[in-house]
């Protein structure tokens, strides 16, 4: 089982509807959680962090957490076609050595 | 903002050369990371740093080393490179344990 998955996609969605990412991760006491959204040939860039139970929303997104589940999603609202890159998933383990990367869902805003 | 510069953008060079890719962060952080990105297998740790002269190994450490002698540089070595090490490689940062990373640019090196 890997550590931090996804969902490979691609995943489509029309412009101005909800797109939903999903994340399951293995180790149960990981306490940190990111989002990285990556477009094609850059680096990824932070969209949100979370680290307790719930929802944490930033403009049109909002990240959930359920440890009890060992879920994280990312929900973006109102998906504009400048949303379509790769999504990476991200928990610190306990050991809070470093940072797991699951291998990211391709997202698609169709206009 | 947060800045981590990598000093080549693309690279190319031959299987045996030893190469130098240089990392640095403008912020004081702490920790310092190497990944590299494949297709299919995602981002890979390979060393990372918590503090000056300081290195732990990451999960691909074969064929690399590091070297921190000031806070703010990381640099990833290849001691032979080969083909297989064809990639992109990846610097980030972070201010703590707990914080997120925010990475540099990346490197495209190609060895042929």
């Known amino acids: 089982q890997k550590e931090v998955e996804q969902n490979s996609g691609p995943l489509s969605v029309p412009e101005g509807a909800i797109a939903s990412l999903n994340c399951t991760y293995s180790?149960?006491?990981?306490?940190?959680f990111f989002w990285y959204r990556q477009y094609s040939g850059k680096s990824p860039e932070l969209i949100m962090s979370?680290?307790?139970?719930g929802d944490k929303e930033d403009g049109r997104f909002t990240a959930q957490l359920n440890k009890a589940s060992q879920y994280v999603s990312l929900l973006i609202r109102d998906s504009q076609p400048s949303d379509s890159a790769t999504y990476l998933c991200?928990?610190?383990?306990?050991?809070?050595?470093?940072?797991?990367f699951g291998s990211g869902t391709r997202l698609s805003i169709r206009p | 903002d947060v800045k981590v510069t990598q000093s080549s953008r693309y690279l190319v060079k031959r299987t045996g050369e030893k190469v130098f890719l240089e990392c640095v962060q403008d912020?004081?952080?702490?920790?310092m990371f190497w990944y590299r990105q494949d297709p299919g297998l995602g981002l890979r740790l390979i060393y990372f740093?918590?503090?000056?002269?300081?290195?732990e190994k990451g999960d691909i450490p074969e064929g690399y080393s590091v070297s921190r002698e000031k806070k703010e540089r990381f640099s990833l070595i290849l001691e032979s490179a080969s083909t297989n090490q064809t990639s992109m490689y990846l610097c980030?940062?972070?201010?703590?344990?707990?914080?997120?990373?925010?990475f540099g640019n990346g490197t495209r090196l190609t060895v042929t």
């Open positions: 180790d149960r006491v990981s306490q940190s």
């Open positions: 912020m004081d952080h702490e920790n």
């Open positions: 740093s918590y503090d000056v002269k300081m290195k």
């Open positions: 980030a940062s972070s201010y703590t344990e707990a914080a997120p990373l925010h």
């Open positions: 979370i680290y307790s139970n």
């Open positions: 991200a928990v610190r383990n306990s050991s809070a050595s470093k940072i797991i």
